[in-house]
C-alpha cells in the first residue's frame, strides 16, 4: 500500500470476490442491513471513503466492502463466512479513535456497527442498561436522562463515538474519576467470535481484536440532583497538584472531575471556537473541577471553599465558579471541545495518549517541545513543521493527552517522535496507551508497556480465539 510503505499486505489473505458480494447480501437480506461497495454496481462507492479515513486523517485504508449488520446473527455468518474464506476483517463504531485502530490497513472488510443501534431495556431500580454496541454514547445518555439516570462515561467524541468502540478501547473520559471507566460498569456482554460462535455474557472483548461486541449490559448510575463546576487558572503545574491534593480532601465523594488544560491549548480554544474563555486573564495552566452530588446548596458552599482556600495559598490566580447550568455546560464544553479544536490549527496532529506518574505527567510536554527544538523542527521559520506542543488530559487518572501540531504530517516529524516518546514514557514508568487503546499506531511499540511474557501470553490467547488471524490484522499484537 502507498499509505504504508514499509507494510506489505499478508498473502494469507484472500481477495473479495462478486461471489463473496454476493454471500453478504444473501445474509442481510432477511433482517435488513446494508453494504457500500465498489466491487458491484449496488452502492455509491464515494461513501467508502468516510469508512477508510480516520477521525485524525493520519490513516487511510483501502477496504472495498463495508458491511452494516443488523443483528447478532447477521454478525455471526458474516464473519463465519470471512474465516472460512480467510477474508480479513475490521470491526468499527463510530470512527472517532485517535490510534488508527478503527480502519483498515489494506483491504480488510469493515464490519461497521452503526445500524445495531436498539436501547433494549432500562430497570430503573438497578439501573442497569441493556442495548446494542452501535448506539451513540450521547443518545445512550439522553435515553437515561429521561430515566433520571446517566451513562457511567462521557468523553468529547460523545455525538459520534459508540458505546461498544469505547468497551472495546475502554475508553476513560471525564466521568472517570468518579465512575471508573467503563469496563468496570460493564456487567455482560455479547460477543462474536471470529467463527461465528455468538457468546454472551462471557468475554471481555478488546479493541475488535478477539471478536465484535454487539451486545451490552451497563450499569449506570442515577442522575446527581446536583452539578457544580469551577475553572481555575494556576501559575505553575506543581501548583496544579496541590490544587488536586486540596480539592480531593474536600470534595472526596462529590467529585467528578479534575481536567487540566495548558495554556497554549486554550490560545488555539479562543481563536478556534466560539465558547467563551470562563476566567479573564491568561494563566500557563487550567483546571476544571466538576462535583456531583445530592445537595446543591451543600455541595455549591463546599467547592465554594475549595477555591476560596486555593486563593488564600496563593495556589491560583484566578478561580471561577458556575453560576448556572448554561455557565457548568460552558465550563465543559471548554475542556471537551479542546481535542476537536486543535484538529483545525494545522492540518497535521499526532496526538499521544499516555499515563504518567502525576507529578512527572506534565514533563513530556517540556521534553517533547525540547527534542522538537534541537531538531529545528518547531518554529515559524520556513522548514519547521511543528507548530507548537500542548497538553491536557484528565489528572484525576494521571493522563495525558500530548498533541503535536503540525502543519502537515511529515515523515521527519513521525521519526523525530516515535519512538522517542514512548521511549521516554516508559523510561519515566508510564504507559504508552493510557485510554485510546493500541490500534495500528502502537503496535510497533507494545514492548515499552508490556513485559515479553505478556506479550506471548496475548499471542497465545488471540491464536486460540482467531486461529486465522482475520481479525484487527496488522495491529496490536497480531
Ligand atoms: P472506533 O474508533 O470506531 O473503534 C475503536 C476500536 O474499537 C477499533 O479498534 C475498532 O476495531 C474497535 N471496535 C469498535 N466497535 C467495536 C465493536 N462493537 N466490537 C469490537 N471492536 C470494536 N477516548 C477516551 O478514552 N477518552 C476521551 O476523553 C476521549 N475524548 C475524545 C474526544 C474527541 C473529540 C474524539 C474525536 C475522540 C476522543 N476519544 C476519547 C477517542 C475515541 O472517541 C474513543 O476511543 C472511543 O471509545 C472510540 O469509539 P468509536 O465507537 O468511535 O470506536
Redesign the pocket.
Known amino acids: 500500500s502507498e499509505s504504508y510503505p514499509s507494510l506489505k499486505r499478508d498473502p494469507r489473505y484472500a481477495t473479495l470476490s462478486q461471489k463473496d458480494i454476493d454471500f453478504f447480501k444473501g445474509a442481510l437480506a432477511k433482517d435488513g442491513g446494508s453494504i457500500v461497495t465498489d466491487i458491484d454496481e449496488s452502492s455509491d462507492p464515494s461513501e467508502l471513503d468516510a469508512f477508510n479515513i480516520?477521525?485524525t486523517h493520519k490513516y487511510r485504508g483501502k477496504s472495498r466492502l463495508v458491511i452494516k449488520p443488523k443483528t447478532t446473527e447477521q454478525v455471526s455468518q458474516i464473519l463465519k463466512y470471512c474465516n472460512s474464506r480467510r477474508l480479513a476483517v475490521?470491526?468499527?463504531?463510530?470512527?472517532?479513535?485517535?490510534?488508527g485502530?478503527?480502519i483498515p490497513v489494506f483491504d480488510e472488510i469493515i464490519i461497521n456497527?452503526g445500524l445495531m443501534n436498539h436501547i433494549h431495556g432500562f430497570d430503573e431500580l438497578t439501573g442497569i442498561l441493556n442495548l446494542d454496541?452501535?448506539v451513540i454514547?450521547e443518545d445512550a445518555d439522553n435515553y437515561l436522562v429521561s430515566k433520571d439516570h446517566i451513562f457511567p462515561l462521557d468523553?468529547?467524541?460523545r455525538k459520534?463515538?459508540?458505546?461498544?468502540?469505547?468497551?472495546?478501547?475502554?475508553?476513560?473520559?471525564?466521568r472517570l474519576m468518579r465512575y471508573g471507566n467503563l469496563h468496570g460498569n460493564i456487567i455482560g456482554m455479547e460477543?462474536v467470535l471470529p467463527d461465528g460462535t455468538i457468546l454472551n455474557n462471557l468475554v471481555k472483548?478488546r479493541?475488535?481484536?478477539l471478536?465484535?461486541?454487539?451486545r451490552l449490559s451497563v450499569v449506570c448510575p442515577q442522575k446527581p440532583r446536583s452539578t457544580n463546576a469551577a475553572f481555575l487558572g494556576l501559575p505553575s503545574y506543581n501548583n496544579v497538584l496541590k490544587a488536586f491534593s486540596t480539592a480531593k480532601f474536600h470534595l472526596s465523594e462529590i467529585l467528578s472531575a479534575f481536567e487540566l488544560m495548558d495554556n497554549t491549548s486554550q490560545i488555539f480554544m479562543d481563536s478556534h471556537s466560539s465558547i467563551p474563555r470562563p476566567i479573564k486573564d491568561e494563566y500557563p495552566f487550567y483546571v476544571f473541577i466538576e462535583t456531583q452530588g445530592s445537595s446543591s446548596n451543600h455541595d455549591h458552599e463546599k467547592l465554594c471553599r475549595v477555591v476560596e482556600e486555593l486563593k488564600e495559598q496563593k495556589l491560583i490566580g484566578e478561580g471561577a465558579i458556575a453560576k448556572d447550568d448554561k455557565q457548568i455546560d460552558e465550563f465543559v464544553l471548554r475542556r471537551?471541545?479542546t481535542?476537536?479544536c486543535l484538529?483545525d490549527v494545522g492540518s497535521g496532529i499526532y496526538k499521544y495518549?499516555v499515563s504518567l506518574p502525576l507529578d512527572i505527567l506534565f514533563d513530556l510536554v517540556y521534553a517533547t517541545k525540547e527534542r522538537l527544538k534541537d531538531l529545528n523542527l518547531i518554529g515559524d521559520a520556513p522548514g519547521q513543521p511543528v507548530i507548537d506542543v500542548v497538553g491536557f488530559g484528565?489528572v484525576g487518572d494521571g493522563n495525558l493527552?500530548m498533541n503535536v501540531l503540525s502543519r502537515k504530517l511529515e515523515k521527519k516529524v513521525e521519526d523525530a517522535l516515535e519512538p522517542w516518546v514512548f521511549a521516554w514514557v516508559a523510561s519515566h514508568e508510564g504507559s504508552i496507551s493510557?485510554?485510546?487503546?493500541l490500534?495500528f499506531l502502537k503496535k510497533p511499540y507494545v514492548g515499552y508497556s508490556k513485559t515479553p511474557e505478556m506479550i506471548s501470553l496475548m499471542k497465545t490467547i488471540k491464536h486460540v480465539i482467531d486461529p486465522n488471524g482475520i481479525m484487527?490484522p496488522y495491529?496490536?499484537v497480531g
Open positions: 480516520d477521525w475490521v470491526p468499527q463504531g463510530g470512527n472517532t479513535g485517535f490510534v485502530g478503527s456497527l454496541a452501535g454514547l468523553i468529547g467524541a459520534s463515538c459508540q458505546v461498544g468502540g469505547c468497551a472495546s478501547t475502554s475508553a476513560g473520559g471525564l460477543a472483548v479493541e475488535g481484536y471478536g465484535i461486541i454487539t471537551v471541545k481535542a476537536g484538529q495518549d484528565h493527552h493510557s485510554e485510546h487503546g490500534g484487527l495491529k496490536y
